[in-house]
């Protein structure tokens, strides 16, 4: 009997030992995803920081973090942020990583973008502004009419020295948003050359946004239409041998000023199937 107490008491001392460590090990990586969402919802954005990874911790300082998050006392901003809720559905977790799927319920921007623009129709025939446009939407906010929608996202965490985190991969993000400046970069560059009629160098610019993202259509229909403009200049190129120019005479002119020019006369003649359109220019004078 004595035993089997004394086995109990030993189980009972396990558990509160494993609870105490878990104490010590400071908040769960759900406490901690909960504090990081609440805080972002909240607008307490240097709170937030403070859950985020060491990882990105060293893409993004506090100063740029809160420089992004910066509404700028925008009512409309702040009023769409009330409105966003979420609800974590699930969290797994292992020794060092956690994953999370998160129930987000937020306004549907795509509505609001069409009640905006019904507003800024009206606003402009009526004389009113953006800031008029502004506050009639804070006030649709403000009033529950706005539709919702709900997706999930999904959240990761690590287990640094100092407990849980939130893993939000800006490194990732940095690199994406570089690769997307170099692109817009890359695209301009071609349409200029293009414009300039340096083909050849508008093709590699084009040829460069494809090694960024293989997906761009507008590179590949550049490349094409760049391609298609190249083919017909050699075309008319290699025309240029059918058109014959013969009976050649060189010498001075009496024009209508009693002035003595120098001139030519010549005779062309087209031995090709194709139209030739003569375009001859002298001084400032087209013949």
Known sequence: MLRKYFQVLMIFLAILAILSCDKLLGPSPNEVLKQYLDATQKERYEEAYSYVSGEDKTVKDLQSYLKEKDTKDSPFTEAIISIISYKILNLEKSDKTATAIV?????????IFSDIMGTAYKSAFSGGDEHEIEKAMTRKLESGEVPLKTEKETFRLIKEKD???VFLDWKTEKIEKEKQAMIKTLMTEAEDLRKSKKLEGAIEKYEKVLI????MVDAREGIEKVKTEIKQIEEKQSYVKNVVLYDLQARYYETYLDKIVPGVEFKIK???????????RTGNRAL
């Open 163 to 165: 407990g849980w985190k």
């Open 103 to 111: 129930e987000i319920t937020s306004p549907d921007m795509e509505s």
């Open 212 to 215: 960024l993202d293989a997906e």
């Open 270 to 280: 087209n031995k090709g199937n194709r139209q030739v359109v003569r375009f001859i």
